[in-house]
């Protein structure tokens, strides 16, 4: 314990002065609680009076000690004429070894002196036999038990204070950290639909407008210039849908129909488009049963893993085929992408590699398994999505 903690309290200082002051004020003007005791002298009562006056300058920091000696001291100060104060000071020192005390002597010290109170009002019954015996029985629960109760209350109220900011400052903590986890999936969410949605298109803009720089002829600027006008025309369509849906997340307009399986058909045929310039050709193989459709998450993320597919073979794939696979069997959607794998003439695209952390990502929030790696000459990509939503968070 340090010297500033066993300082004692402003308060308690002010509380010793008084308390003295007035007992020797009472024993000045020959105020006695019990005048007709003659054992001691008169100024006997000073003894306990200033003793426990100077325990209340360690109510809080000592409350064993100070009321150890105040239970000492009352006691002494039955065999002298008596002082009020000491005995009113005896029920604060009493009240303060509950409220700072140790919990085990909080929790026992209203037990122990009910006990006292009842043992000492049945020996005044049996001792005296007369009714006033009550009255020191009701005088000692006034002195030790009263305040003892008192002070469990105040502490019970405080403890239950403490536990309820604590449980609040929790709440809020944990309020907090759902927001941000909140906040970083849905930055996620938006970083791979962005990164899906426009990668394809710039692309192959990209592969086009080096193409036609590099093969300076009026029919193959043309070509590469149409394909650059339709992929910047499909890509500013998609950027406007997101920027809606993140505008107008929570309003009244209308959803904004999201990509499903039904739109392989164009994706692969947009692909084939802009792959012919580096000898790619797209085969899309739908082997999903008639009428049974994913739930919407799932389809999405199954497109998007074959939009994503399908650009890095315009951007990495030597000329060849491309396949596209898509089942949908006991519960599971799969997807497979197989693409040729080598040395490619003519330009290329720089990947960055967050297209395969983003399949991966869409895959496992549903619950999926995805693989992407090379096999010999070919590229391969692989997903299985469970067909019913299953992700906490999609």
């Not at 999405?300 to 898509?326: D, F, W």
């Amino acid at each position: 314990m340090t010297e500033k903690s066993l300082r004692p309290h402003r308060d308690d200082v002010l509380l010793a002065v008084v308390s003295v002051a007035a007992g020797l004020v009472f024993w000045s003007l020959g105020v006695y609680s019990s005048p007709g005791r003659g054992f001691l002298p008169a100024w006997a009562a000073l003894v306990p009076l200033v003793a426990l006056g100077a325990m209340e300058l360690l109510r809080r920091t000592r409350p064993r000690t100070t009321l150890a000696v105040g239970t000492v001291g009352v006691i002494a100060d039955q065999f002298t004429v008596g002082s009020l104060a000491t005995v009113v000071i005896f029920t604060d020192l009493m009240y303060a070894a509950v409220v700072y005390g140790k919990p085990a002597m909080a929790r026992r010290l209203p037990v122990s002196t009910g006990l006292i109170t009842i043992v000492v009002t049945i020996a005044s019954l049996a001792w005296l036999r007369t009714p006033q015996a009550l009255l020191i029985g009701a005088i000692t629960g006034i002195v030790s038990f009263a305040p003892a109760l008192t002070g469990a209350t105040l502490r019970n109220h405080r403890e239950a204070a403490e536990a309820a900011r604590l449980r609040a400052e929790q709440t809020a903590l944990l309020a907090e950290m759902d927001r941000k986890q909140a906040v970083a999936a849905e930055r996620a969410r938006m970083a791979r639909e962005l990164h899906d949605m426009v990668a394809n298109h710039l692309s192959a803009i990209a592969i086009h407008s080096t193409a036609a720089l590099s093969i300076d002829t009026a029919a193959t600027s043309r070509d590469a210039l149409g394909v650059i006008r339709e992929n910047s025309v499909q890509g500013l369509a998609e950027m406007r849908r997101l920027i809606g849906l993140l505008r107008d997340a929570g309003g009244d307009r209308e959803p904004v129909a999201v990509p499903s399986l039904d739109g392989l058909d164009a994706l692969v045929g947009q692909a084939g488009t802009n792959g012919s310039a580096s000898g790619l050709t797209f085969v899309l193989h739908d082997d999903r049963p008639s009428g049974e459709p994913a739930a919407a998450p799932v389809e999405l993320a199954a497109y998007r893993i074959v939009q994503e597919s399908l650009t890095n073979a315009l951007k990495h794939a030597a000329p060849g085929t491309v396949t596209v696979r898509v089942a949908h069997e006991d519960g599971q959607l799969s997807v497979a992408v197989d693409s040729p794998y080598g040395d490619r003439p003519g330009p290329r695209a720089p990947g960055s590699g967050a297209g395969l952390i983003g399949m991966k990502e869409r895959t496992e929030l549903l619950g999926g398994e995805f693989a992407a790696g090379r096999r010999g000459a070919v590229w391969q990509v692989r997903a299985s999505l469970p067909a019913e939503d299953k992700a906490v968070e999609a």
